[in-house]
């Protein structure tokens, strides 16, 4: 089937014109018998997923959340090293062929939407397999250190000689050039190398890591962003190309604001200041009687409402804290005298008084008061799935809303090897017999 009839008008006039190049039609690999599905951006589009843990496996989830058909490739006999991340673990009901404690919750966090080839590509046969299906794929990602598939034919260089039309996007702790692209990286090394952990904790305690690996998680998002700018340069050029993406780069460039000051200063960053605010006060969270509530008194204004609400209207006109500049000046004072007042009442209660008054402030809640609150529930940010081998099973769902397009749940996280005999027939070709003789040989499972 030709994409041609689904590009924008303008791009196919310009390719009458010779202008750019129209895409193979060996791309759009949906069946020439119905329609698209319009709601799903990268329907049609296919991709070898060749990564694990979370980085590489959240990029892919993003892709498949959005219509492309992920093939993730794993070792044969562990899987995804966070298959055995556990507990907890989504237990097997009664019935299941499956065989240990069940599917791991980290593991189900972040491959809904995959296919599962149980594949090893240390036999010459592994490694034929995973050129044949790059030869047809749209997008490739990987995370192996820079230079080890070369061994193993599966190098940028080689597929790009099989496939050149292939997005092929690397992900690695340091990139693949600089003195620390032979680095294993994981998240919180990299945090506590480019400055994340520096600026995080309390203001007069160590440094920390972040609750959740967000180096991880941005560094899958901004490969996602990149893999589909380089799909549309490939709708003008026909060429695909390299992405070299890493956890450093993307945790230097997310220090935002923080690296600015530095680079404008030329001076070091403030510190750890916890929920704090270097040049805002009150900007912080304060004790309650049963948790933690966070004022933002982000302008003079706002502080006037919240000392209405503390029943402390007289510190409108105190000359400490009439000001923003004065209020930094006297920050450990007014913050104590806050918490005098915050302690005395629950933390809904002070959700109630501040109500509908303008002004910033949160609960601090746990993730499991997250996932339950109203305003999660009316997102739709949780959704459930039928797995087949644990029964229901509750994920966070994507988070953008589309006036058109449906990012959705179309398959639960696969269990390992679940579509190996059906991607080995409906890709390449191959009879019962081959497969067979390859899970002999222990090269697919």
């Not at 990602?141 to 070369?150: A, D, F, Q, W």
């Not at 005395?344 to 499991?368: C, S």
Request: one cysteine or more.
């Amino acid at each position: 089937m030709n994409r041609a009839p689904f590009l924008p008008r303008a791009l196919r006039r310009l390719a009458s014109l010779g202008r750019v190049a129209l895409p193979s039609a060996r791309w759009f690999t949906i069946s020439a018998t119905r329609r698209p599905d319009s709601t799903l951006p990268l329907e049609g589009y296919s991709v070898l997923d060749m990564t694990r843990v979370l980085a590489g496996p959240y990029c892919t989830q993003i892709l498949g959340d959005l219509g492309a058909e992920v093939i993730k490739v794993e070792h044969p006999i562990r899987g995804d090293d966070t298959r055995a991340w556990g507990p907890p673990y989504a237990t097997y009901k009664s019935g299941s062929s499956q065989e240990g404690p069940g599917e791991s919750a980290y593991f189900l966090g972040v491959n809904r939407n995959k296919k599962s080839l149980a594949l090893s590509f240390q036999d010459l046969a592994g490694v034929d397999i995973l050129q044949k299906l790059a030869a047809k794929c749209d997008i490739l990602v990987e995370n192996y250190i820079p230079g080890s598939l070369k061994k193993y034919g599966l190098d940028f260089e080689t597929i790009h000689k099989i496939n050149p039309s292939l997005i092929y996007a690397s992900i690695t702790g340091y990139g693949q050039t600089g003195p620390y692209s032979q680095r294993a990286g994981y998240d919180v090394m990299v945090e506590a190398e480019f400055g994340l952990m520096h600026i995080t904790g309390n203001r007069d305690g160590p440094p920390v890591k972040v609750g959740v690996a967000v180096t991880d998680l941005m560094t899958g998002l901004y490969t996602s962003n990149s893999i589909m700018a380089a799909l549309l340069g490939r709708a003008k050029t026909g060429k695909g190309q390299h992405i070299d993406a890493c956890l450093s780069d993307v945790q230097t460039a997310t220090l935002a604001n923080i690296a600015s000051s530095c680079l404008i200063s030329g001076e070091k960053d403030t510190g750890r200041w916890g929920t704090a605010h270097p040049s805002i006060v009150p900007y912080k969270s304060f004790e309650t009687k049963d948790g933690d509530i966070l004022f933002g008194g982000g302008n003079d204004r706002l502080f006037g409402i919240l000392c209405d609400g503390l029943g402390r209207p007289e510190w409108k006109e105190d000359s400490r804290y009439k000001i923003n500049a004065s209020r930094v000046a006297y920050r450990n004072e007014l913050e104590a005298e806050i918490e005098k007042i915050t302690v005395t009442k629950t933390t809904q209660e002070w959700l109630d008084i501040f109500e509908g008054k303008g002004m910033p402030y949160a609960a601090v809640n746990d993730v499991l008061t997250t996932l339950n609150h109203e305003h999660t529930n009316a997102r739709d940010m949780v959704i459930e799935v039928d797995h087949p081998d644990c029964g229901p099973l509750k994920l966070v769902n994507t988070p953008i809303k589309y006036s058109h397009s449906k990012p959705r749940l179309r398959s639960p996280p696969p269990t390992l090897g679940q579509h190996t005999d059906e991607i080995l027939r409906g890709h390449l070709g191959m009879e019962e017999g081959q497969i067979n003789e390859l899970r002999a040989k222990g090269v697919v499972r």
